[in-house]
C-alpha cells in the first residue's frame, strides 16, 4: 500500500504555484523526510495529504485510495503543523479532554503515561509550556489517536537541541512500539539519516528526488580523477554535479547500470547530506525518470 | 509491509456517527469563559426583571381590586395610571437591555467562534482531527444555538410578563418596535441571527477584532433599522381599513385600550390615519390637523360631538388598523425572516469552511 | 527520559550494552552498532546469554530510526552472533574468537613497536599512516564477501578502460 500517492498534484495560491506537476508514491512503513529549500512546496504538499487544502490540479490519496480530509483518512492520519497549533488558554488536562473528545480513537492512558513520563503537568496552561514541551504534547495527542499515518511540519524548527532529540526520541520510540508510518519535513538536512529510511527531495514545487535512502546512498557515487577526462568521463554517466580543480576534478553522478569505472579514476561513496545539497543546487537536476521510474517504484510495492 | 490497524475495506464501511456529546464537552472546554459570561448575563437581566416586575406588584393588584381593568374612568384608576406612567424607567431599561443582547452574542459568542481558529492557527489542529471541520462547526454552531435560544426565549417571556400591566393600562404595547422585537420568540431569533452573522463573518474575515465589529455594526444597525422603520413597515402590511373611530391623532401606534370601545376594536393597533375632505381627496397632515384642532376646540366648547361635527362638516376620519388576533402572524412572519436569515447564514458558513483550503 | 531513570521504570533493566552514535564518521548507524556489539563481545563486556537491549528501548535512547536496530540486530544474526527468541527478544548466541584483554594490549604492542615504528622511519606522518592502513585493511578484506543493502562499495579503484 502507498501511504501517499499524488499525481501531477499542483497547487496554486492567487498567482503563486506552490506545487506543480509533483508525482509521487511513497510506500507504507517508512519514515520519510521531506526536504527542500524554504518555498519549495513542502508544507503545501503536507496540507494537501492531510486535508487542510485541496489541490488545483492532479490527484493525491492517502493510505491506498482515502481522500485526504474524508473522515475516513482523518481518522487514521494525524497532523502536527508547523507552529504547534494548540489551545494556549486551556490547560494540559483539557486539551488532553479536547483532542480525546474530536477522535473516535482516542488512548487516554497512553496520553496521559507520556505526559507523566514527559514530566508535563496537567494542570499547567498550554500556552505557558516551552516550546519543546508543546511540541511533545501535540505529539503525545497525535500518537494517542493511534495514527497509521503521522505527518509532521517542521517539528524541529523551533527546539533546542534536547528538545529535538526529546521529541524526536518519542516519535521513533511509537514507530518501534507500533509500526505506523511517519513524513516529516525539513529544510535542515544533515543527520536526517538518523531518523529516515526514506528521502522526498522538493524543489520549486516539484519532486526531484524519491526514494528509500540506501538505494538512493547506493545509486550514487562520487568519481575523482584528472580535469582533461572530466567531459569524457561525464558523458558515461547522468552527472548530477561537476566540480573542477587545476589539476582533478569530482563528478557527482548516479550509478546505476554503469559499473565500469574508467582507470585512473576513484569512486567514492556519498554522504546523504552532499547528494541532497547537489540535487538542490542544480534544478535541472532530477531523478525521475531516475533509476526506477513511479510505475517500476509501484511494481515493487506489490510484493 | 508495515501493518495497519484494521483492513482498508473494514475502516472504509464503518459509520461516522455525529458525537453530539463529545462535541458538547469541546464546546465546553473551549469557550467556557464566555459561555459563564453570557450565563451570568442571562441571569442578572433575569433577576433585574423579576425585582422590576416586583415593584410595579402592588400598585398592579390594585389597579386590578379596584374594577379598573373594567372601567378605567372611575375615580382611584387614574392615580394607578399615573403611577405606572410615571414608573417606566426600570421596564424600559430591561426593553433597551435586552435589544443588546443579540449584538452582544453576535460579537462575543458568533464572531471569535471561527475568526480565532483562523487567526491564531488552531484549524490546522482542530480541522486535521477525526471528526472532521464540517461536522466539528455544524455541532458547535448547533450547540450554541440552542443554548442561546432558548435562554433568550425565556427572558423573552419574562419582558413580556414585566410588560403585561403596562400594556393593559395602555402606556406600551406589545405592538410598539421597541416591545415587537423583544417577545420570546422575537428575541431568540434576533439572538439567533446575531449569532449566525457573526459566525458568518467571523469565518469570511477571519480576524477576530474586525468580525466582531462588523458584527456589531450590521446587527445593531439592523436591530435599530427595525425599531425605527421595519417594524412599522411590517404591521402596516394589509391592514384593514375603518371610518367608525372617534379622531385620536395621526401618529402611527396609537393604542385602543381594553375598556374603551369606542376607538375600535379591543386591542387592535393604529398604524395610519388620514382624513378626507368633502371633495373626497385626502388632505394633507397640515390640513388634517387643522380639522382637528378645529373639531376638538368645538368639543370642549362643548357645543358637538366631534364625531357629529366631523360629518356636518363632510370631513371623514380614516384608519388603517390591525386587531389583536393578528399580532401572531406578524410575529411568526417576522421570526421566520429571522430564522430563514440565520439558516442561510449558518448554511453560507458550512460552506466557507468546507472550502476554505 | 524515562529509560535512564531505573527508578521510574522498572520494566527497562540495566542494559546489557549501552550504545553511542557518531553521526558523521561516515559510518552507517546500522554498522555502527554492529561494530560496537562486535567490539563489547571481544573484550568480554557480552557473554553467550545476553540479552541485547529491546529495539525500542534503545531507540528510545538514542533517537534513531528503529529499523536501522533491526538491521543491525539481523546483521548481528546472519553472523551467527545472535539468535532471536520470539516474544522475548534477541540473545547473545556465541562469542567470537574473543579477543581477550592480553591479546588486545599484546596487539596493540606489537603494532606500535613494529609496523608504525617503520611506518615512522619511512616518513608518513599521522593522517598517510592511516590513509595507508585503510587501504591495506580493505586489501585484507577484499575477498568474496556479501555485499550490504545495495551494493555501497566505499572507495574504490578503477581498473577498467576509460
Given at each position: 500500500m502507498n501511504v501517499v500517492e499524488t499525481s501531477g498534484l499542483a497547487k496554486r495560491y492567487r498567482s503563486t504555484w506552490a506545487l506543480r506537476d509533483c508525482t509521487l508514491a511513497v510506500p507504507a512503513g517508512r519514515i520519510v523526510a521531506l526536504v527542500g529549500p524554504n518555498g519549495a512546496g513542502k508544507t503545501t504538499l503536507l496540507h494537501c495529504a492531510v486535508g487542510l487544502c485541496t489541490a488545483t490540479n492532479g490527484n493525491i490519496t492517502v493510505l491506498g485510495d482515502l481522500a485526504p480530509g474524508s473522515l475516513d483518512a482523518l481518522e487514521r492520519v494525524a497532523f502536527v503543523a508547523q507552529d504547534v497549533p494548540l489551545y494556549k488558554y486551556l490547560s494540559v488536562r483539557s486539551m488532553v479532554a479536547v483532542a480525546r473528545n474530536l477522535n473516535s480513537r482516542f488512548d487516554q492512558a497512553q496520553a496521559e503515561e507520556r505526559l507523566r513520563a514527559l514530566e508535563i503537568p496537567s494542570d499547567r496552561k498550554v500556552g505557558k509550556l516551552s516550546g519543546g514541551q508543546q511540541a511533545q504534547l501535540a505529539l503525545t495527542l497525535s500518537l494517542a489517536r493511534d495514527p497509521d499515518l503521522l505527518v509532521l511540519d517542521e517539528p524541529l524548527a523551533r527546539l533546542d537541541p534536547l528538545a529535538r532529540h526529546d521529541f524526536m526520541a518519542l516519535v521513533m520510540a511509537a514507530v518501534a512500539a507500533s509500526g505506523f508510518s511517519v513524513i516529516f519535513s525539513s529544510h535542515v538536512v544533515s543527520e536526517l539519516e538518523r531518523f529516515a529510511d526514506y528521502l522526498i527531495v522538493l524543489a520549486r514545487g516539484r519532486v526531484q528526488m524519491l526514494g528509500d535512502i540506501d538505494d538512493l546512498l547506493a545509486g550514487h557515487a562520487m568519481l575523482s580523477g584528472p580535469v582533461e577526462e572530466c567531459d569524457l568521463v561525464g558523458e558515461q554517466f547522468a552527472v548530477v554535479q561537476t566540480r573542477k580543480a587545476a589539476r582533478h576534478a569530482e563528478l557527482l553522478v548516479r550509478t546505476t547500470g554503469n559499473s565500469e569505472l574508467p582507470s585512473g579514476w576513484e569512486s567514492d561513496d556519498v554522504s546523504l547530506e552532499e547528494l541532497v545539497l547537489a540535487y538542490l543546487r542544480d534544478p535541472s537536476a532530477s531523478m525521475l525518470p531516475g533509476p526506477l521510474t513511479l510505475d517500476e517504484l509501484e511494481a515493487s510495492e506489490v510484493t | 509491509m508495515a501493518t495497519v490497524a484494521g483492513s482498508p475495506v473494514l475502516a472504509r464501511q464503518r459509520k461516522h456517527p455525529v458525537p453530539w456529546k463529545a462535541m458538547a464537552r469541546v464546546t465546553w472546554l473551549q469557550r467556557r469563559s464566555t459561555l459563564i459570561g453570557l450565563l451570568v448575563v442571562f441571569v442578572g437581566c433575569a433577576v433585574a426583571i423579576v425585582v422590576g416586575q416586583a415593584g410595579t406588584h402592588a400598585s398592579y393588584a390594585s389597579f386590578v381590586a379596584n374594577g379598573c381593568v373594567q372601567n378605567r374612568f372611575h375615580t382611584p384608576c387614574g392615580n394607578f395610571e399615573n403611577w405606572f406612567a410615571n414608573n417606566t424607567d426600570p421596564f424600559s431599561a430591561m426593553v433597551i437591555a435586552l435589544h443588546v443582547l443579540p449584538v452582544v452574542i453576535g460579537v462575543f459568542v458568533g464572531a471569535p467562534l471561527l475568526s480565532r481558529e483562523l487567526e491564531s492557527g488552531t484549524f490546522r489542529f482542530t480541522w486535521t482531527q477525526g471528526i472532521g471541520r464540517s461536522r466539528a462547526v455544524v455541532t458547535t454552531l448547533v450547540l450554541l444555538a440552542v443554548f442561546v435560544t432558548l435562554t433568550t426565549c425565556a427572558l423573552g417571556l419574562l419582558l413580556n410578563w414585566f410588560a403585561h400591566p403596562f400594556e393593559i393600562i395602555g402606556i406600551e404595547s406589545q405592538w410598539q418596535s421597541g416591545l415587537f422585537d423583544m417577545t420570546g420568540p422575537m428575541l431568540a431569533t434576533w439572538t439567533l441571527f446575531g449569532l449566525a452573522l457573526g459566525t458568518f463573518v467571523g469565518s469570511l474575515i477571519g480576524r477576530t477584532v474586525a468580525a466582531m465589529a462588523v458584527t456589531a455594526a450590521i446587527v445593531g444597525g439592523l436591530l435599530v433599522a427595525s425599531f425605527v422603520w421595519l417594524v412599522h413597515q411590517l404591521e402596516a402590511f394589509g391592514a384593514l381599513t375603518s371610518t367608525r373611530l372617534v379622531p385620536?391623532?395621526?401618529?402611527?401606534?396609537q393604542l385602543n385600550l381594553v375598556g374603551s370601545e369606542n376607538n375600535g376594536p379591543v386591542g387592535s393597533w393604529l398604524v395610519r390615519a388620514w382624513f378626507t375632505g368633502p371633495d373626497g381627496k385626502r388632505l394633507s397632515t397640515a390640513a388634517a390637523y387643522n380639522v382637528i384642532g378645529r373639531m376638538f376646540d368645538e368639543a370642549n366648547k362643548g357645543k358637538v360631538d366631534p364625531s357629529r361635527w366631523l360629518s356636518v362638516h363632510h370631513y371623514i376620519y380614516w384608519v388603517g388598523y390591525q386587531p389583536a388576533s393578528r399580532f401572531w402572524i406578524f410575529q411568526v412572519i417576522a421570526a421566520a425572516i429571522l430564522t430563514l436569515l440565520a439558516a442561510l447564514l449558518a448554511l453560507a458558513t458550512v460552506r466557507l469552511v468546507r472550502h476554505r483550503a | 527520559m524515562v529509560i535512564d531513570k531505573e527508578v521510574d521504570d522498572?520494566?527497562?533493566?540495566?542494559?546489557s550494552i549501552v550504545f553511542r552514535l557518531e553521526?558523521?564518521?561516515?559510518?552507517p548507524t546500522y554498522l555502527q552498532l554492529v561494530h560496537q556489539v562486535e567490539h563489547a563481545l571481544r573484550l568480554g563486556y557480552l557473554t553467550h546469554g545476553d540479552q541485547l537491549p529491546r529495539v525500542k528501548d534503545v531507540v528510545a535512547s538514542?533517537?534513531?530510526?528503529p529499523n536501522t536496530v533491526l538491521k543491525a540486530y539481523r546483521d548481528l544474526e546472519q553472523k551467527g552472533l545472535t539468535a532471536g527468541r520470539p516474544g522475548q527478544g534477541t540473545f547473545i548466541q556465541a562469542s567470537p574468537e574473543t579477543v581477550g584483554l592480553e591479546r588486545l594490549t599484546a596487539l596493540r604492542r606489537s603494532l606500535v613497536s613494529g609496523w608504525l615504528k617503520d611506518a615512522s622511519a619511512a616518513g608518513l606522518d599521522e593522517q598517510g599512516t592511516v590513509a595507508l592502513f585503510m587501504a591495506a585493511l580493505r586489501d585484507f578484506r577484499d575477498r568474496p564477501v556479501e555485499s550490504r543493502s545495495a551494493g555501497r562499495g566505499g572507495r574504490q579503484r578503477g581498473e577498467g578502460v576509460a
Open positions: - | 385620536m391623532g395621526l401618529g402611527v401606534g | 522498572h520494566e527497562a533493566p540495566v542494559p553521526p558523521s564518521s561516515g559510518v538514542l533517537s534513531i530510526n
